[in-house]
């Protein structure tokens, strides 16, 4: 209260009468309007694409509707959406720890093509070796080559402040085209993908007679393991303080380099999961468009989320499920398949803009100014 | 001679390759200055291409009579406010609204990747017009015109006279900005700002309309990268993602740069040579991606001894990435 206060006295001081229009910081918003905030804010953009797609389509709004449906839970589609949730969540998770120490990854992208470039290479070469082994190696190299390419920009971060988004954003470049080099020498034909013929070995197991079982299970305990250790573990506490403070982190003993680096790691190893799990387990074939812009949309997912793994879920489920339906509703119409990245753009910008109601109060001077005056007059 | 007349075809196309990259950096390094790191730069410049496709395809479609002046005119009108629509997205969402830029400018750019392609694919469709595909040859051609001594002068034409006059007005447009930076005082005052935004408000500079005027100037300016694109360099015709990453392309330039808009034109032209180099040397088709890798990695080094060496006038802006709020000092 002290700093409403504070805020309506220095408006006051810089202008003869009190400006229109004050704001101020919540200290805490409660969970309940954050909540409803939220909900204002999707349904406001669900009205908002609804009447673009009305607007473009000329169709019937229950028809479109039934058509988003169908596109997201239809009898054919549905597997492939749990899958796309498990991919996207999975990638957003593993930003989550480096976003929580304000480490700003951009690279996701990239570290999930790497992983898969380095399991790529082991399931085309690793004949001589019985199954069980070549399959941990598949695993172990692509985690290992996305944690390399996190630590690169954090050890650049940590010891001499480097940027880190614009590194990281430039590695994802560097990682595209390191696979656009592996499509042509791996294959002479000059095609654009390397696909099941070439990736034989240590392929990993297809769980339950279902192609996607083994990702969802992978990604499901990924999300728990995730929520424990950034809410109970001594790492997780370590990198909220960086996050918040890197001086208090100092001033409390925290070797904030080595924070720095090993989240980094984490995060890097963990997007070569994803990537390990979209070769080695989904399609058995590498191209560039291999991640297909998720590493950048988890970094929204993520952020919408506010870092925590279990709302992620439904973050996730958001944007799949309104980008699977707007891609079946362009598809049964006809229309171009990038309909459904203008809707996610549109769902993000008012959960974007609606932080700014759930983090900060807004005053209209109307009416109030004269008892302000009243009040003032009382002080001096 | 022949070798001679290969370097200048090179050189040629490097700028040809290279403007887009101009328009984008010089827009991106504007906007940068206010504090604003504006992810959204890929999306605007699709933004830009696509109203301005919108605007010729109206035009080209929808009147009989032609004249050269309105077939410029109206698409480089419709970009602009394209660009500029775009440009206010993100400014009121990270200026007023105070909301992170990265997840802005991320979500801009798949807004405007997706809105330039959905349209650019399905424009035809909407407007149930009965043209085959998008193809502006008129205007193209009323943007590629050059100088008409430009092929009597042999080489040195060639080389410097050979080009649509976007390619002119993306160095001018570089080197006002980089004038306007350096030496004025809204320069000043705007560099002020990207560094130390409470420090500028204290004296007396309006921060805010600042960072929206670097913003939707600098969206605006990179937006023209997009329209030169199509209009010149494609020669009118539209085709998805043809564009390709050339937008985060135009953001490694600004690092390459060093934030100087008269540096990022030697930049912008290098990495449109290293672009399409592989067309005049001898080295095989497999390294080619390699190659593309270049300007990345040079970028990085760049950021890397930018960051090591620590000479305050080549740091990015202090305040990049971060909003302003008068009661959070």
Redesign the interface.
């Known amino acids: 209260m002290n700093k409403e206060i504070a805020a309506s006295e220095k408006a006051n001081a810089h202008s003869k009468s009190a400006p229109f229009i004050t704001i101020t910081k919540r200290d805490a918003s409660s969970l309940k309007r954050n909540i409803v905030v939220r909900i204002i804010a999707i349904a406001a953009a669900l009205v908002v694409s609804a009447l673009l797609t009305l607007f473009i389509t000329g169709e019937n709004p229950i028809k479109l509707f039934s058509t988003v449906i169908e596109g997201a839970f239809g009898q054919f589609r549905i597997w492939g959406t749990a899958q796309s949730v498990a991919m996207l969540l999975g990638i957003a998770l593993a930003l989550t720890p480096a976003f929580k120490m304000k480490f700003w990854n951009t690279g996701g992208e990239g570290q999930v093509l790497i992983g898969a470039l380095a399991s790529a290479l082991v399931m085309m070469t690793a004949g001589g070796l019985p199954h069980w082994l070549a399959s941990i190696l598949v695993i172990l190299a692509g985690v290992l080559a996305g944690a390399i390419w996190g630590i690169i920009p954090a050890i650049f971060k940590a010891y001499w402040k480097t940027n880190e988004t614009l590194f990281t954003l430039m590695m994802n470049y560097v990682a595209i085209q390191l696979i656009k080099y592996f499509l042509k020498v791996a294959d002479g034909s000059g095609s654009s993908t390397v696909g099941p013929s070439l990736l034989l070995y240590g392929r990993l197991p297809v769980l339950f007679n279902q192609q996607y079982m083994l990702n969802i299970i992978v990604v499901a305990a990924m999300t728990i393991m995730m929520y424990i250790y950034l809410k109970i573990s001594k790492h997780g506490y370590e990198i909220s303080v960086v996050g918040e403070s890197e001086n208090t982190a100092k001033y409390i003993g925290i070797n904030v380099k080595k924070v720095v680096i090993r989240t980094m790691a984490l995060s890097g190893a963990l997007c070569g999961l994803i990537g390990v799990l979209l070769v080695g387990a989904t399609s058995y074939s590498i191209d560039p468009n291999l991640a297909g812009g998720n590493g950048f949309t988890a970094i929204m997912v993520s952020w919408l989320a506010k870092f925590n793994p279990i709302i992620m879920i439904f973050t996730t489920l958001l944007i799949v499920v309104l980008s699977r339906g707007a891609e079946n509703v362009s598809m049964t119409l006809g229309l171009n398949k990038s309909f459904s990245d203008i809707l996610t753009g549109i769902i993000l910008f008012f959960i974007i803009g609606c932080e700014f109601f759930i983090n900060y109060q807004i005053h209209f001077n109307i009416g109030k100014k004269r008892k302000e005056e009243a009040e003032d007059n009382g002080n001096n | 001679m022949a070798i001679i007349e290969q370097i200048v075809e090179l050189l040629v196309r490097a700028v040809m390759q290279g403007t887009p990259l101009l328009f984008g950096s010089t827009g991106e390094i504007l906007t940068e200055k206010s504090g604003n790191?504006n992810?959204g730069i890929p999306g605007i410049m699709y933004i830009g291409a696509i109203s301005g496709v919108i605007g010729g395809f109206f035009y080209q479609n929808y009147t009989s009579s032609y004249n050269m002046i309105l077939a410029i005119i109206i698409p480089l009108l419709s970009s602009l406010a394209g660009s500029l629509l775009a440009s206010l997205?993100y400014g009121?969402?990270t200026i007023t609204?105070?909301?992170?830029q990265?997840?802005?400018g991320?979500?801009?750019?798949?807004?405007?990747?997706?809105?330039?392609?959905?349209f650019?694919?399905?424009l035809i469709?909407?407007t149930k017009s009965d043209t085959p595909f998008l193809a502006l040859s008129k205007i193209s051609a009323a943007y590629r015109t050059t100088l008409p001594f430009a092929n009597k002068l042999g080489l040195f034409g060639q080389l410097f006279f050979s080009y649509g006059f976007m390619v002119y007005l993306a160095v001018v447009i570089a080197l006002i900005v980089s004038f306007v930076l350096k030496r004025t005082r809204v320069g000043l005052q705007l560099r002020a700002v990207g560094e130390s935004p409470a420090t500028a408000d204290a004296a007396g500079v309006n921060v805010n309309k600042y960072k929206y005027f670097a913003t939707c100037i600098g969206g605006m300016i990179a937006g023209l990268g997009g329209l030169y694109y199509i209009l010149d360099y494609s020669k009118g015709i539209w085709a998805?993602d043809a564009f390709g990453?050339r937008g985060?392309?135009a953001?490694?330039i600004v690092?390459f740069a060093i934030w100087r808009p008269n540096v990022s034109i030697l930049g912008s032209y290098l990495f449109g040579g290293l672009y399409i180099l592989f067309n005049y040397v001898s080295v095989s088709?497999?390294?080619?991606?390699?190659m593309?890798?270049l300007p990345?990695?040079v970028?990085?080094i760049v950021?890397?001894i930018v960051?090591?060496r620590k000479k305050r006038e080549n740091l990015?802006p202090a305040s990049?990435?971060t909003n302003y709020?008068r009661?959070?000092r």
Do not use: C, H
């Open positions: 790191l992810l997205i009121f969402l609204l105070r909301a992170n990265n997840v802005t991320l979500a801009l750019t798949t807004f405007g990747v997706g809105l330039g392609n959905f650019g694919g399905s469709k909407i998805n990453d985060w392309l953001i490694a690092i088709m497999n390294l080619l991606p390699l593309q890798m990345y990695v970028t990085i950021l890397v960051s090591m990015p990049l990435g709020f009661e959070e």
